[in-house]
């Protein structure tokens, strides 16, 4: 794996010259007048006008990063976070791979990545030890943005892998031999901790753990962060949870901010300042195999992910503490009481 994407300078501005001074939250499709660019064009100029930095830049990291966005309890937003935090940092000149790890392939769906069964996909990767370079795919829309579909194959290939010689560490050696220049590698991992999963984190540094602002939001948590550790102590020891992002905050109800507010106190410096927010262009844009960021740039939603990504890129593979799981779910559990019948907390083991 090359990681000598740096070797432009920092991650740029993607539509320069003149900003209109119209930036904030109400640039949204239905308010812009139409526009003759292309359509990514647009897109590209919108979502980085509706961040009012223009010019700014964001650093480029110094090696590639790759971050295994994962959390075992469904439907948190783990796809949604992937592929707009991805589509976000590749805006702002990143050259950034996706990594479908999915067998549902949602990743690959809402990047427009066609990924029906004959496609060549991380299957064949991790399976049948093909290179990465001959599955991976531009995405249309975002230049710099890159994706290893998933296919339905995959869904085998947790039973297939574990006849295989290290069946831990495939993913891993195919993003070793890897040609191409990257500066972030986002792997979109499947609401499980089986063998794909655990061949992702393997395969990076980095654990950005995507939590969904409602009850039970850290349901299974503890299970996720024994697995961190076990990886860590035996397989890979460069491995640390960098980056917790909250999903789906809806800022008018209080359970919202209690729970933004116990995983604040917990995890503390790894927490991004930024959350996402529910919102419908979110849920929309896949269905139009796009991101938020391209669907409707000057949504909320796509401002958060492109704050979140600004944040990320700012804090640099080093920014998160490491998270150790030393039997903390015992004191979340307790502090989660005072939510009363439906602590949050229950199904923490
Ligand atoms: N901020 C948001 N606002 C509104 N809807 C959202 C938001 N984030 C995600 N969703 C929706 O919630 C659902 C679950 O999100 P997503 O598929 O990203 O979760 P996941 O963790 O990847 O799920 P799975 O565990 O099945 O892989 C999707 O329908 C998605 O469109
Ligand atoms: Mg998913």
Redo the contacts with the bound molecule.
Sequence with gaps: MRSDANAAGPMTDPVPGPRSESTGGDVSRETLPPMDDTPIGRAAQLAVEALGRAGEGLPRPDQTRVMVVA?QK????????TVNLAASLALHGGRVLVVDL?P?G?ASTALGIDHHAEVPSIYDVLVEGKPLSDVVQPVHDVEGLFCAPATIDLAGAEIELVSLVARESRLQRAIEAYEQPLDYILIDC??SLGLLTVNALVAGAEVLIPIQCEYYALEGLGQLLRNVDLVRGHLNPKLHVSTILL??YDGRTRLAAQVAEEVRSHFGAEVLRTS????VR??EA?SYGQTVLTYDPGSS?ALSYLEAAREMALRGAGGGLNVEYDGQDAHIARQNNEYGQHSMSEGIK
């Excluded at 469904?74 to 976070?81: F, N």
């Design positions: 959390n469904g439907g948190v937003g783990k796809t949604t976070t999915d549902q949602n499947p609401p999903t789906m996402i927010p529910r919102s979110i849920s896949p939603g």
